[in-house]
């Protein structure tokens, strides 16, 4: 018995050669199956994606070995060291041998040290700060997004003044636009919770954490290159997904990053005429206020048929206009609106539970600045929402700023498009309906 | 014959286990104080952690806390504590006049010390409190006076029961004693721990 | 096995089934009670897994009434699943097993011991009472400020039931220790105590220390939600990521809480039913030390894209470290079969299938630590994928490892065995096909904890929910399978597996008392295949079962 102590387990020749077969094979069954890791993966779309993907080729054929290996093992044991029939014997009482258990501590020592070695590698690269980033026109711009339960605002500061003297903002909504070898720096900022901003084609992924709006927020950044993509039409739109849990809507909260193929066309397909139309709004406040409320978040939370919004997460706005005028006693119709877009604060429908966001003139958060004359153009739209409007239609281009003035104070200066037009179209925007 | 339960309470409570059970005591409360300390370490972390999100620490415009009164309750408190070993070890001598003595003295001091620190809760100016520095204060120092007041009830407990007779020179039969003291030396290391953060740590 | 053929001459007296229903200071009825309990919120959080994957089988929301609804429901899921199931489990199988092995009477603290248990129920009930206000919809790490400005009441109530389960959970484990450490008998050194004392001994050091970190960041959390003050609200000065420190560094060790005491169920299983010794004893044993000590300092691996990004490196490498004791802890159990003389008994295909399926995730582990890797992959399915093969594929096939080794001891009766192989096969590859295809969809896109997902996803989430349904009909056969073998199964007799380990050298059930004098332990508790081995356990068979043993 006593030797019985010192015997290694006997092994058969045929579990010796069971087991190298089954090594070969796992090896190359390890070094076939990272040709499907494309499959598994989105598009390779950033720069970085590259290197991510080639790190994760690496973890698979490491891990593939392990995997086979204790499989493997596992198999060949349950295959020939079963007892067999009504055998009662006990196997050979082996307690362990020093040498093996240095060897299985040292070796995966190493192997976590290698893989810690590239990781690091990887990650060393794909932050670095990079040269020219957000590089339009020659020069770089400032992209901010802002999450807000439940879509992101993607807003640009294009660093040119309106002939009035104001910064021109592009506000593109839930898309951010962006061309192949542009370095894109996202400056994040949350409004509410904590929302995750992930782009799976461009492997990037970063959390957007509530800061104190007094000293700033609390900003974070996250930087991608987009890269050319074999076979792909161009522009390309590739997910933004929310990654974080926000709330109700957080499945839905998502948005498209569109890559156009070089930086001209995106300067012609989305920059250019996008701050034309800033300069350029049209004159009837109906249909600039159709555009304005589309850039703000107002989708994430209502339902609206006309611009097929769906979210039930704040009451609906189809017909608002009819109803907006008998909410509060003694208040028109234009100033219920009004105020409950600027001093959200003020009203809860009942039955839900969210505040809406703040929007207005001096709101922290850059995303959702509204300016009087959006505020009168969004009033002057949702006016038209509805069969027997409660707005006063015959009179809207005073009626509306009046209510504005009346409730904030603030004169609006009506001075939409350009020149006579604008006055013009404003004496019949009252009568003008989609 | 008798139920499950019957058998199981009869023959629980040998006589050879009472030693065993000392023994099991003493490790128990070794451990609870080593587990329980890591939760006044979660609240230096919450102290530690919340200062770097302000610019400076007491933040602008407030005074820093006075530590004059909280450094004689804290010399107070660690008097408090060396009062209750001492009385111990005259319980186990068999000296019930030294405990008596040690035990009653030592609650008057930790009466002060939690006085002293109610004081101090109260009195967190509003500058403070609008900011963390006050907060983390009324945290912390509220969260030990509620184990220092109930730990108090322990050694208040105690002193009753010793005047009814029950602990004697065995520490077997006065591990509540023992316990007691041990609970209040708890208290004085995790109130150190907050005296050094929250007055001399800036 | 040596079922007898009398079954009622040889049936040794258990506990009555209402002495399982009332306060009890004996270790093996709390164990039982642990159990009972801990299985039936199993159940509870098994049927919530149902419906989730019932509302994943389309795109769109169309089971539940809302996004909050489905969000209460995870968050209800993975609350009951580790608070209320697999950590209570394992006070279960600790408590019923560790003092027998030990050779102990009792639990060194049996009222603490019978306390912590009835804390338990009453915590459950206020975490489901958030049901009847607005439940908590936070998901179970419970984030600020989604947890404290925008939520329900039930929030509060989710915030007080952990509060007293982590309690529970303290006081059991300073029990824990304090009975292992100084209740063996004196021929038990450190070193010959079996590795199931050793896991509960790492789980328990874990626990108690651990712990009160949980507490703290649930009393900052109730201040911020009932009292008004703002540790975690940023416009009052706070910091959400406070929140996230301590929570997780409670929360990480807590997954070696709840997976380290199968591993230790894993070296018993494996030993006895492959005849074979443990191989490496003291690597194993230190093993369980090494990822107690190394758990602790991995937690902010959690934040990785939240954390300020000069940070994260260091616990990149930590987390891979951690890698290094429990590769050890599986070539130790591959060498203890290996060369053994297997039995396919329904507790060792558990175990198999524990380390045929624990290693992958212990490998996606590795991948997850990788930092850049993980940035891709961070809150989406493959994390899903990653957590529910170590806690399903590690613990949960652990715990029915141990239902099936030990339920003989526990009820003196022996399981069927071929429900249980029928179990093992429903539960393994209901499993796989359950949680393999999530890496897949994680990998291409689709976040965790969302009730509506894009319609690309939509065969490979069919695949999953089909699957989950596989695996939650198996609860069922193995539900059957307790209640038939309690009333009918074969006796088991003191021995049924002809172990060495002390919990088998008395009755089974034991008697209250556990053994008649002090038992003493044999020289090694995994010395398989010695004379002196056989010996020993011819004596415990005489000893105990006389002639009926029917050998």
Known sequence: MEDNRRNFPSISPAAVVVAAVFLLVSALGTYWFTTFVPLVLPAQASAESKSVDELFTILVIIGGVVFFLIQGMLLISVLFFRARGEERNDGPTYHGNPLLEIVWTIIPAMVVVFLAVISFNVWTQNSEPKAAVNHVNGEEIAIEVSGARYAWTHTYATGRLSPDGVPIVINSGDTLHTYIGQNVELILQTQDVIHSYWVPAMRVKQDLLPGNPATGGRPTEIRFTPVRVEGELYPATYPIVCAELCGDGHGRMRGTVVVHENESQFLEAFYEPAIYAILNPPADPVLRGEIEIQRYICNSCHTLDSLEWSSRTGPSLNGIADRAGERVAGQSAEEYIALSIWNSGAFRVPGYNEQMAAFGPDVMESANIMSPEQLYAIVAYLCTQGEQSDCDQENASSAIPEAIETVFGMQVDINFGQGDAAADSADEAGGESE | MSSYADVHRKTKLGEREAALRLKNNRLGMTIFQASWIMAFLALIVVNWQLRYSYAQWPPAGVTPFDATLPSIATFALLLSALLTRRGWQGLRRGDRAQFTRSWRLALLLGLGFVASIVYEFITVSEAALATHYGVTLRLMTGFHLVHALAIMAVLLYVLRQDASGAYSGDPRQSWAAEGAAKLWYFVTVAWILFYVVLYWLR | ?551
């Open chain 3, 1 to 551: 096995m040596a079922p007898a053929e009398n079954h009622e001459a040889a049936a040794v007296a258990r506990p009555a089934l209402s002495d399982y229903l009332r306060w009890s200071v004996d270790h093996k009825i709390i164990g039982v009670q642990y159990g009972v309990a801990a299985f039936l919120f199993f159940i509870v959080g098994g049927a919530m897994a149902m419906l989730i994957r019932l509302e994943l089988w389309t795109p769109a929301l169309d089971l539940m009434v809302s996004g909050s609804a489905y969000n209460s429901l995870f968050t209800m899921h993975g609350t009951i699943m580790i608070f209320l199931f697999i950590i209570p489990m394992w006070a279960a199988f600790g408590n019923f097993v560790v003092p027998l092995q030990l050779g102990a009477k009792d639990m060194a603290f049996p009222w603490l011991n019978a306390f912590a248990f009835w804390l338990i129920p009453p915590a459950a009930v206020v975490v489901l009472l958030g049901y009847f206000v607005n439940p908590a919809e936070a998901g179970w790490t419970a984030y600020p400020p989604l947890s404290t400005l925008f939520s329900g009441d039930g929030q509060t109530l989710w915030a007080l039931g952990a509060h007293l389960l982590g309690i529970s959970s303290i006081m059991g484990s300073i029990n824990f220790i304090v009975t292992i450490l100084n209740m063996r008998p004196p021929q038990m050194t450190l070193w010959r105590m079996p590795l199931l004392c050793w896991a509960v001994l790492a789980t328990s050091i874990i626990a108690v220390m651990a712990t009160p970190f949980l507490a703290g960041a649930l009393t900052l959390l109730l201040l911020d939600r009932v009292a008004g003050t703002t540790f975690f609200d940023a416009a009052g000065g706070g910091d959400v990521l406070l929140w996230q420190n301590i929570f997780w560094f409670y929360s990480h060790p807590a997954v070696y809480i709840m997976v380290l005491p199968g591993m230790g169920v894993l070296s018993e299983v494996l030993s006895v039913h492959s005849r074979k010794p443990v191989f490496g004893y003291r690597m194993v044993g230190l093993s369980s030390m090494g990822i107690a000590f190394v758990g602790f300092t991995v937690w902010a691996h959690h934040m990785f894209t939240s954390l300020q990004p000069e940070l994260r490196i260091p616990f990149m490498i930590t987390t891979m470290i951690i890698a290094v004791p429990t590769g050890i802890k599986m070539f130790s159990w591959l060498g203890t079969i290996w060369g053994g003389k297997i039995r396919f008994t329904s507790a060792m295909l558990f175990a198999l299938g524990f380390m045929s399926m624990f290693v992958i995730g212990g490998i996606t582990g590795v991948m997850l630590a990788a930092l850049p890797f993980d940035i891709h992959v961070h809150d989406t399915y493959f994390v899903v994928s990653h957590f529910h093969f170590v806690l399903f594929g590690g613990s949960v096939f652990a715990i029915y490892a141990a239902l099936y080794h030990w339920f003989p001891k526990i009820t003196g009766r022996m399981m069927n065995e071929r429900l249980g192989k029928i179990h093992f096969l429903f539960t393994y590859f209901g499993f796989l096909f359950t949680f393999f295809p999530m890496h897949i969809v994680g990998m291409l896109g689709m976040p965790r904890r969302v009730a509506v997902y894009v319609p690309e996803f939509q065969l490979w989430n069919q695949v999953i929910s089909f699957s989950a349904f596989v695996l939650g009909f198996s609860t069922f056969i193995v539900i059957y399978n307790v209640i038939r073998s309690y009333y009918r199964g074969p006796i088991a007799g003191a021995n049924p597996w002809r172990a060495l380990t002390l919990e088998w050298a008395t009755t089974s059930p034991p008697p209250p008392t556990n053994f008649d004098d002090d038992p003493i332990p044999y020289e090694d508790p995994y010395g398989y295949g010695t004379e002196a081995a056989a010996v020993y356990l011819a004596v415990v068979e005489r000893a105990f079962d006389g002639d009926s043993s029917g050998r």
